[in-house]
């Protein structure tokens, strides 16, 4: 879910936390193809254990800016079985447009 272009453009944790929220940018989007629930990345870094630990604005019941990790969106699994899916067609967008 993770390539390598977005491992080389991905801002470390932390690294935005004095851009206002209005002003950081999405690098990708994580979705359920079939239903509630939308991530959008604004920075990560890979772990210890290999897990990806993200900061960015879930959209669940509400929207909440928080962390979560690639291993927690990879046990998401929706109608059907499906789990989460990268939108491979995103491209950085600014958060003022979905905040």
């Not at 390539?3 to 209005?22: A, D, F, G, V």
């Not at 969106?73 to 979905?98: C, H, M, T």
């Amino acid at each position: 879910m993770i390539t390598e272009t977005l491992k080389e453009i991905m801002p470390p944790l932390y690294s935005t936390e004095n851009i206002p929220t209005e002003d950081k940018v999405f690098i990708c989007k994580f979705f359920n193809p079939t239903g509630l629930g939308t991530w959008y990345i604004v920075e990560g870094e890979e772990q210890e254990d290999g897990d990806w630990l993200f900061f960015g604005l879930v959209d669940l019941y509400e929207k909440e800016w928080g962390y979560f990790t690639l291993n927690e969106l990879q046990s998401v699994r929706g109608a059907f079985g499906l789990g989460i899916e990268r939108d491979i067609y995103f491209n950085n967008e600014p958060a003022r447009k979905y905040a």
